[in-house]
Structures are given as C-alpha cells and as structure tokens.
C-alpha cells in the first residue's frame, strides 16, 4: 500500500515537472489568433513591430476559416509589440499594428478591420 502511494506521488510530481517544463519554453508573447472577418485567411504574418518586412507565413499550407482559432507560439523572448497581416484568397490584406502581445493572450481579427484584444 505504501509504495502504490509513493508511485503515485512520485507520478504526480513527475506531471507536475513536465508541465512546468513547457510553460518554460513558451514565449511571453503567445497567443491565440481567431479569425472573425467573415472570409477565409490564407496567410498570416507576425512580425516585430519595429521591422519594416514582414515574417513568413505561419498558416503554411493551411487555411484559417472565419470562426476558427489558431495558436501562436513563439520562442523565448520579450518584444512587446507586433503587427499582424491577414492576406485572403483575394489577395488583398489588412494589417493590425503594434498589437501588445505581452498582456494579450487572444487576437480576434474583426469584419470591421479592427481587432479585438484578450
């Protein structure tokens, strides 16, 4: 009876450090990125807002429905503001700029143009 219970808590603190060990890996600046312009998105660039180019495509070969969500993740790191660029099937594009990614943990691109932060 004694070792099941150790094994059990030697279980759940081995969870627990798995879990923690994530959390460590993940950027400051993750998020969730949630489509609501109505249209499909076929690419999606995040880029630091103090760059004048955009970063490659997070979407790959997917496409970003209207209503679905995404996860963006980034590396360690602490750069506060970033812009973000929805190009559709069209070709055209909106843009969100210096969006504060540092106390944001959802991005719900809008019909309107606009975002609205988390």
């Known amino acids: 009876m004694r070792k099941i219970k150790s094994l059990k808590v030697f279980f759940l603190a081995a969870l627990f450090v798995m879990g923690l060990s994530s959390v460590a890996f993940a950027g400051a600046q993750d998020f969730v990125l949630v489509n609501n312009t109505g249209f499909p998105i076929y690419k999606v660039n995040v880029s630091a807002a103090s760059t004048n180019s955009w970063e490659e495509d ?9 209503g679905e969500s995404i996860r963006v993740n980034f590396g360690a790191g602490n750069t506060q ?3 973000i660029q929805a190009i559709f099937e069209d070709g055209s594009a909106i843009a969100w700029y210096n969006i504060d990614l ?3 943990y959802q991005v719900t691109l809008n019909n309107d143009g606009t975002a609205t932060l988390q």
Do not use: A, E, R
Request: glycine share 6%; no cysteine; proline share 0%.
């Open 81 to 83: 503001y970033w812009d």
């Open 58 to 66: 997070i979407l790959g070969s997917s496409v970003l429905m209207n």
């Open 102 to 104: 540092l106390s944001t």
